[in-house]
């Protein structure tokens, strides 16, 4: 099959890309952001084309995205007023809360992987790694010395594909709250140099 790659997001895949993010990252949020119709309008809500890679089939069918995080803004942020928007004023202010849990800053001399999906039935076929290499190329042209991203230690295969592709474990991090909050235990920083 014929995959292409680029840097935009239509009005009409915002609705694709969330969902496949929460395809990926649902199990993991779904304690804090669910449930999946309020988290998808969340997602769907703040997604920031302008931090993103997409891949899509012949037909312009989202096949997977690599969403991102540099100092300039991230693929799924969002402020206060957005889960405010989508929970209610309550429901927003403890959401927020949970979330400044997972912050994370951009590496000062990089770009940071926020949010790698492929679409279920096309795993393996290489999509991941193209998105990645785009990323890195993307990176690179923005002038980043460094690649950063982070995977749970559960995700034995997603950490193998990040080795082969040349990130390497920087530190390990997580522990009792994210077990609690997101249900997993710790995650592994990987980076690698450009
Ligand atoms: C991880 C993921 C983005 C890789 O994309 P992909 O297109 O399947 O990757 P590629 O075809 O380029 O490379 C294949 C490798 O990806 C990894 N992979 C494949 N399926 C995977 C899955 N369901 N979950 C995690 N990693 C997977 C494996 O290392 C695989 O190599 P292997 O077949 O030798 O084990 C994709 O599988 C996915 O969306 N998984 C679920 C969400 C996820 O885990 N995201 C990463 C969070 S850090």
């Known amino acids: 099959m014929k995959v292409g790659y680029a840097r935009t997001l239509s009005p009409a895949d915002r609705r694709a890309a969330a969902e496949l993010y929460w395809l ?9 952001v669910g449930p999946t119709p309020k988290a998808l309008a969340f997602i769907e809500r703040v997604l920031d084309p302008a931090h993103v890679l997409v891949a899509r089939d012949a037909d312009g069918a989202v096949l997977g995205v690599a969403g991102f995080r540099t100092a300039d803004g991230a693929f799924v942020g969002g402020e206060l007023a957005d889960l405010c928007a989508v929970y209610g004023r309550a429901g927003g202010l403890w959401r927020a809360a949970c979330l400044r849990l997972l912050a994370r800053d951009a590496a000062e001399e990089g770009i940071v992987v926020d949010g790698l999906s492929v679409r279920a039935g096309m795993r393996g076929q290489g999509i991941g790694t193209a998105l990645l290499e785009a990323l890195c190329v993307e990176a690179q042209a923005r002038g980043y010395r460094a690649i950063r991203l982070d995977v749970v230690e559960e995700n034995l295969r997603a950490r193998a594909l990040y080795e082969r592709l040349g990130f ?27």
């Open 168 to 194: 390497t474990v920087r530190a390990r991090r997580g522990g009792r709250f994210t077990r609690w909050l997101f249900d997993f235990g710790g995650f592994w920083v990987m980076v690698r140099r450009l």
């Open 24 to 32: 990926a990252f649902g199990s993991k949020l779904a304690r804090v």
